[in-house]
């Protein structure tokens, strides 16, 4: 089932309670990064103790996706291939991308639940 057919059933079902949507999600983001782990490890500061002269291509087919949120935190996600042969860079970031949002769900819902919480403590004093 497509996000949005999701979003038509949750609608349909829980009408207007509070809860994160995918706008609030994408509305948290200010930045958003792509690299590999072979640009990672070829970085000048990178620490590669094994050996810095062998970094093997498969580094190349993994790919990480670093999302900045508005309060400064950083989630990521991050996407591997294993044959060479199907690796193509933008389904890798699309990938990567999509899990580092899918962390994000589970922080903005702790999130909801924290100021939900706040709100029905406030409402008993």
């Known amino acids: 089932m497509s996000d949005d057919a ?3 059933v949750i609608k349909a079902k829980v009408g207007t309670a509070p809860r994160v949507t995918r706008e609030d ?5 200010t930045h958003e990064h792509y690299f590999t782990a072979e640009q990672g490890a070829r970085h000048p500061d990178a620490v590669n103790p ?13 790919t990480f996706c670093v999302l900045k949120l508005k309060n ?12 060479p042969e199907n690796f193509d860079a933008k389904i890798g970031r699309d990938i990567a991308r999509a899990n580092a949002i899918e962390k994000m769900w589970l922080l903005l819902g702790f999130r909801l639940a924290d100021q939900l919480a706040a709100a029905k403590q406030a409402s008993r004093a």
């Open 72 to 83: 400064g935190f950083t989630v990521t996600g991050e996407s591997a291939c294993v044959s």
């Open 25 to 29: 999600l994408e509305a948290e983001i």
């Open 6 to 8: 999701i979003e038509q």
């Open 50 to 62: 094994r050996d810095y002269a062998n970094i093997t291509s498969s580094l190349s087919r993994l």
